[in-house]
């Protein structure tokens, strides 16, 4: 599944930058998902939840915010926030204008799925 994977690799990558950081505990990770990359934020919680089970992430508030979709129109110049088509049937998503409803559009925003910040508890170095 489409989430499952995805939430597995950003559960990694937070471990990994937690690790490096010498994080005893993460509070906070904070992701930002582009619309167009057709992931179900909720479904993704729920996965992220199953697999951060006994590690430092456990505990951790997770918040994702979506990114709308944002184009450029070859057509008519249009840019701007667009609609994407709502079929999850397809993984591919078609951007089009709103305005021309041309579908060659350059893609300026809308594909990310990044960690945006996390928020870890560092070993008390006066302990
Ligand atoms: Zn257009």
């Not at 559960?11 to 167009?36: M, P, R, W």
Request: include cysteine.
């Amino acid at each position: 599944m489409h989430e499952l994977s995805m939430a597995n690799s950003m559960v990694e990558a937070i471990l990994d930058t937690a690790k490096k950081n010498d994080a005893i505990k993460i509070n906070e990770a904070v992701f930002e998902i582009g619309e167009l990359t057709m992931l179900n934020p909720e479904q993704l919680k729920f996965m992220i939840d199953i697999l951060r089970e006994g590690t430092i992430l456990e505990d951790a508030e997770i918040v994702i915010n979506m990114i709308p979709t944002k184009i450029e129109c070859e057509s008519c110049g249009f840019t701007g926030e667009t609609k994407t088509d709502e079929n999850r049937d397809h993984l591919m998503t078609v951007a089009t204008c709103p305005e021309c409803e041309n579908t060659r559009v350059h893609i300026l925003q809308g594909q990310e799925c990044t960690i945006k910040t996390i928020k870890i508890e560092k070993e008390d170095e006066n302990a």
